[in-house]
């Protein structure tokens, strides 16, 4: 009776988080959603932007090609801030290239990492420019203006000039504003025909960012593409395969909202100042080669600005920049639980001031938080360690009534007063808590290029002398050997080779993959919760779960 409570019980629980996904799904509002492909052939019609744009120019296959060719002709003029190295084209106007001082490159510590890439290692630029004929677009030519190229001590701001001339005599003024301390460019355009339409866009590769870094354990990995919020629909990813397949569904018009480009650790956005209409489109414009953009109208003025963000995500910092920015720091659907773990890890980082300790510190504090049940489990495995020797003597006696064989069992456990899923419960409640710690750890980049103790100079990074997996694989063994053996011959064989063969492919998963971070978090985690010992529980729980399925049915 009582195992059918508590298999009630996580049928009610898990029914709770489905009802509650399915509650924020059904009051989203979709009727505005649309296809990729709507955008670009169109303008929006809301908030006075009209349709009479001649559009973007069309990039076609071959386009990066096409761009170096130009660039190689072009000037490039090299801008340095205190936190920026920035390398803008006068062929375009565009940024080509953006190394961010404050963050080291992934293999090579001595370079600061690169976002905006001119083709090393991605095509990644910042795009911008008007809409209609005769208008200056990032394939034109401009003139660099400006003569300052450095944010000198003492100046707040760096302004940086391009200028288009039209055939009509007039000309048309681009200006990059480099802040201080900020991760924030503004850009504006002037001297553009009122009614005319500006756009600014991010031409990527579909590549993941950081190569095989990028890529996370047990199939999961972090999200490289586009991304649009709106105060009406809120966060929503796009795919690269989805914008290839016209299959990609975000918000295209609104009044509010920006467009980020995201990758791990780093964002670049858009960020238009809320009010003013605007369109968002995404589209693929050659082989593995995207532009996601949003399009805005010219002022009466003839002025058209924007803030683009390019850095870090910084939770905090991100919060105060946008509504809904922070989004971009994706903790997956278990958001609810990650989020305020970040919180209590940047407090114990606060007091700590380092990262790994502050890891630990709350790996501890959540154990402990846990204790009760992890009591609660032990308890419930030393008695079954107990009553091991009677059923096995039951399974000598019944061995051939299988279900006189359940029935004793299950006396036997009543009386006893064992519940043989008690020692699974409490794993089954901390599972989603690490879970969400592990993608926090995994999202957040200060642990990047941050030093721990001795020779751990990167928590993001894994161990080079593989001393963490080593301590991973001890504990392992310690806790596997501190539980009790099935009482089934057969499962317990089963048991210790899936121990072996587990346990070499964990090593070698820890050894060659896994950051110091998530070893740290590893070594404190219930034995249930690892990823390198999955394969074993399921087994062992498939058994389990098969064979009280069967007593409960049974009459």
């Given at each position: 009776?009582?195992?059918?409570?508590?298999?009630?019980?996580?049928?009610?629980?898990?029914?709770?988080?489905m009802?509650w996904d399915g509650?924020?799904?059904h009051?989203q509002?979709?009727?505005?959603?649309?296809?990729?492909?709507?955008?670009?052939?169109?303008?929006?019609s809301?908030?006075?932007?009209?349709?009479?744009?001649?559009?973007?120019?069309?990039?076609?296959?071959?386009l990066?090609?096409t761009?170096d060719?130009?660039?190689?002709?072009?000037?490039?003029?090299?801008?340095?801030t205190?936190l920026?190295?920035a390398e803008?084209?006068?062929?375009?106007?565009?940024i080509v290239?953006?190394?961010?001082?404050?963050?080291?490159?992934?293999?090579?510590?001595?370079?600061?990492?690169?976002?905006?890439?001119?083709?090393?290692?991605?095509?990644?630029?910042?795009?911008?420019?008007?809409?209609?004929?005769?208008?200056?677009?990032?394939?034109?030519?401009w003139r660099?203006?400006?003569?300052?190229?450095?944010?000198?001590?003492?100046?707040?701001?760096?302004?940086?000039q391009?200028v288009?001339?039209l055939?009509?005599g007039?000309e048309?003024v681009?200006?990059?504003?480099?802040?201080r301390?900020s991760?924030?460019i503004?850009i504006?355009?002037?001297?553009?025909?009122?009614g005319?339409?500006?756009?600014?866009?991010?031409?990527?590769?579909?590549?993941?960012?950081?190569g095989?870094?990028?890529s996370?354990?047990?199939?999961a990995?972090?999200f490289?593409?586009?991304?649009?919020?709106?105060?009406?629909?809120?966060?929503?990813?796009?795919?690269?395969?989805?914008?290839?397949?016209?299959?990609?569904?975000?918000?295209?018009?609104?009044?509010?909202?920006?467009?980020?480009?995201?990758?791990h650790?780093?964002v670049?956005?858009w960020?238009?100042t809320?009010?003013?209409?605007r369109?968002?489109?995404?589209r693929?414009?050659?082989?593995?080669?995207?532009?996601?953009?949003?399009?805005?109208?010219?002022?009466?003025?003839?002025?058209?600005?924007?803030?683009?963000?390019?850095?870090?995500?910084?939770?905090?910092?991100?919060?105060?920049?946008?509504?809904?920015?922070d989004?971009?720091?994706d903790?997956?659907?278990?958001?609810?639980?990650?989020?305020?773990?970040?919180?209590?890890?940047g407090?114990?980082h606060?007091?700590?001031?380092?990262?790994?300790?502050?890891?630990i510190?709350?790996?501890v504090?959540?154990?402990?938080?846990?204790?009760?049940?992890s009591?609660?489990?032990?308890?419930?495995?030393?008695?079954?360690?107990?009553?091991?020797?009677?059923?096995?003597?039951?399974?000598?006696?019944?061995?051939?009534?299988k279900?006189?064989?359940n029935?004793?069992?299950?006396a036997?456990?009543?009386?006893?007063?064992?519940?043989?899923?008690?020692?699974?419960?409490?794993?089954l409640i901390?599972?989603?808590?690490?879970?969400?710690?592990?993608w926090?750890?995994?999202?957040t980049?200060?642990?990047?290029?941050?030093?721990?103790i001795?020779?751990?100079?990167?928590?993001?990074?894994?161990?080079?002398?593989?001393?963490?997996?080593?301590l991973m694989?001890?504990?392992?063994?310690?806790?596997?050997?501190?539980?009790?053996?099935?009482p089934?011959?057969?499962q317990a064989?089963?048991?210790?080779?899936?121990?072996k063969?587990?346990?070499r492919?964990?090593?070698?998963?820890?050894?060659?993959?896994?950051p110091?971070?998530?070893?740290?978090?590893?070594?404190?985690?219930p034995?249930?919760?690892?990823?390198?010992?999955k394969?074993?529980?399921?087994?062992?729980?498939?058994?389990?779960?098969?064979?009280?399925?069967?007593r409960?049915?049974?009459?």
């Amino acid at each position: 009776m009582d195992n059918r409570r508590l298999v009630l019980l996580l049928v009610f629980s898990f029914s709770l988080v489905m009802l509650w996904d399915g509650w924020q799904k059904h009051f989203q509002p979709k009727n505005s959603l649309a296809t990729v492909a709507a955008p670009v052939g169109g303008l929006p019609s809301q908030g006075g932007v009209s349709a009479s744009y001649t559009g973007i120019p069309s990039p076609v296959t071959g386009l990066a090609a096409t761009a170096d060719k130009g660039v190689a002709k072009a000037e490039i003029i090299k801008v340095e801030t205190d936190l920026f190295l920035a390398e803008i084209s006068s062929q375009g106007g565009d940024i080509v290239r953006l190394e961010l001082k404050n963050h080291r490159d992934t293999k090579d510590k001595k370079r600061a990492f690169v976002l905006f890439d001119d083709g090393d290692q991605h095509f990644y630029r910042a795009q911008s420019g008007a809409i209609g004929e005769g208008l200056p677009n990032h394939r034109s030519m401009w003139r660099v203006t400006s003569e300052s190229r450095f944010l000198k001590e003492g100046d707040s701001t760096l302004s940086v000039q391009l200028v288009a001339d039209l055939a009509s005599g007039k000309e048309v003024v681009k200006t990059y504003i480099f802040h201080r301390g900020s991760y924030q460019i503004d850009i504006r355009h002037e001297g553009l025909p009122a009614g005319a339409f500006a756009y600014y866009q991010f031409t990527r590769d579909g590549k993941p960012a950081e190569g095989k870094s990028n890529s996370m354990m047990m199939g999961a990995s972090t999200f490289t593409g586009p991304a649009v919020f709106t105060e009406a629909e809120k966060f929503q990813k796009v795919s690269f395969s989805d914008i290839t397949k016209n299959k990609a569904k975000f918000a295209t018009k609104a009044d509010n909202g920006w467009l980020a480009m995201v990758q791990h650790y780093f964002v670049a956005a858009w960020l238009p100042t809320a009010g003013i209409a605007r369109e968002f489109y995404m589209r693929t414009i050659g082989d593995n080669l995207y532009s996601a953009g949003v399009i805005l109208p010219v002022g009466a003025d003839g002025k058209s600005s924007v803030s683009l963000y390019a850095g870090p995500q910084e939770l905090e910092n991100l919060k105060g920049i946008a509504p809904g920015f922070d989004l971009v720091v994706d903790y997956g659907w278990l958001t609810v639980i990650a989020a305020p773990l970040f919180w209590v890890l940047g407090v114990i980082h606060k007091l700590t001031g380092n990262w790994g300790w502050a890891i630990i510190l709350l790996t501890v504090l959540i154990k402990l938080v846990f204790f009760p049940l992890s009591a609660a489990s032990y308890k419930s495995m030393a008695k079954m360690r107990l009553v091991t020797p009677k059923l096995a003597k039951l399974k000598e006696t019944y061995g051939d009534d299988k279900m006189r064989l359940n029935q004793e069992m299950m006396a036997l456990y009543k009386k006893e007063n064992i519940n043989p899923l008690g020692g699974c419960l409490p794993i089954l409640i901390q599972i989603p808590v690490f879970i969400s710690l592990y993608w926090v750890l995994q999202g957040t980049v200060e642990m990047r290029n941050a030093p721990w103790i001795g020779w751990i100079k990167d928590l993001s990074a894994q161990d080079p002398y593989y001393v963490l997996p080593l301590l991973m694989g001890v504990t392992m063994f310690i806790q596997t050997k501190l539980n009790p053996a099935p009482p089934d011959p057969l499962q317990a064989k089963v048991l210790r080779n899936a121990i072996k063969r587990q346990g070499r492919e964990a090593f070698r998963l820890l050894a060659n993959e896994l950051p110091p971070c998530d070893v740290v978090l590893r070594v404190n985690r219930p034995l249930g919760n690892r990823g390198s010992s999955k394969h074993l529980f399921r087994k062992g729980w498939r058994s389990l779960i098969d064979d009280l399925l069967k007593r409960l049915v049974t009459p």
